[in-house]
T-cell receptor
């Protein structure tokens, strides 16, 4: 069964600090991996989409890495800001002939404190 | 652009009642997705339309759920009859093309409470 596991479940950091969120998956065959940011009470917003051949992708202070061999991804947030407080969801696509199938992680809840 | 529009934003209903959720995708997008999010199960894809045609409805939990997309600018998700376990936030998202590698833009969601 395809699974996407995220760690930690929750994290509290001080403003200005860096942090790294983890995503391990068993989805196969792999198509792509996305990271979403979801603010409380709002819909998810796409941060990055990575395909098999991409190791690193950045979006401002957010940098995602992908190791397709070990089936791991990380999302690194640099110089955190209060507005980074949100849930971060990892979504992995399984390649199927009928179209990709998505498997969602349960998210990491990040709180940035002043 | 107004983004993906969903209505209502909040819905409270009693068990057994019919519930209809509405979505207007971003103009020009030809893919539309319905998701459900709960604390226990996280985000789940219910159904995916491309060019108004349902492509993958394997996530629809049971026959009580149905979704339609009569035209490129409107979709509905209907639950009949509703049950307390259907309580969740339902999101609609749209994308420019029919591939999952395209960025999906989510609406604000409809928070459904079934008493």
């Amino acid at each position: 069964k395809n699974q996407v596991e995220q760690s930690p479940q929750s994290l509290i950091i001080l403003e200005g600090k860096n942090c790294t969120l983890q995503c391990n998956y068993t989805v196969s065959p792999f198509s792509n991996l996305r990271w979403y940011k979801q603010d409380t009470g709002r819909g998810p917003v796409s941060l990055t989409i990575m395909t098999f051949s991409e190791n690193t992708k950045s979006n401002g202070r957010y940098t995602a890495t992908l190791d397709a061999d070990t089936k791991q991804s990380s999302l690194h947030i640099t110089a955190s800001q209060l507005s980074d407080s949100a849930s971060y969801i990892c979504v992995v696509s399984e390649k199927k002939s009928s179209g990709d199938k998505l498997t969602f992680g349960t998210g990491t809840r990040l709180a940035v404190r002043p | 652009d107004a983004g993906v529009i969903q209505s209502p934003r909040h819905e409270v209903t009693e068990m057994g009642q019919e519930v209809t959720l509405r979505c207007k995708p971003i103009s020009g997008h030809n893919s539309l997705f319905w998701y459900r999010q709960t604390m226990m199960r996280g985000l789940e894809l219910l159904i995916y339309f491309n060019n108004n045609v349902p492509i993958d409805d394997s996530g629809m939990p049971e026959d009580r759920f149905s979704a339609k997309m009569p035209n490129a600018s409107f979709s509905t998700l209907k639950i009949q009859p509703s049950e307390p376990r259907d309580s969740a936030v339902y999101f609609c998202a749209s994308a420019y093309t029919g591939t999952y590698t395209d960025t999906q833009y989510f609406g604000p969601g409809t928070r459904l409470t079934v008493l």
